[in-house]
């Protein structure tokens, strides 16, 4: 797993945990892609550029950096990129803090 401050690091930034939020609770697939809608768990860029009323280059940084501790899949297609939140993680994350905390 990565390290659990990195990890703790992504997460203490509201704009990522929002994602992450939206990740979860997503019933938004992509808007501009045919043939795309409905078809995956995963949610595109163009919906969080639209939700989060950030530029793609600003929502690419922050996906990054999920991306980058694991707690998000990247699936690229085409120009498009979509994401979906590594459940696997984010329990192995929870898992280490109640471990290190004694919980």
Known sequence: ???TTSIAKALGDPI????LRMLAESENKCCSIPGVDGQSDA????VLMK???MIQSRVSYHM???VET???IEKPLGRWKFYSINYDTM???LNQLKEEFDL
């Open 16 to 19: 990522r945990y929002r994602i």
């Open 91 to 93: 329990r192995e994350f």
């Open 1 to 3: 797993m990565k390290d």
């Open 64 to 66: 990054k950096e999920l």
């Open 51 to 53: 939700e989060l009323d």
């Open 43 to 46: 949610v595109c860029n163009c």
């Open 70 to 72: 694991g707690l998000v």
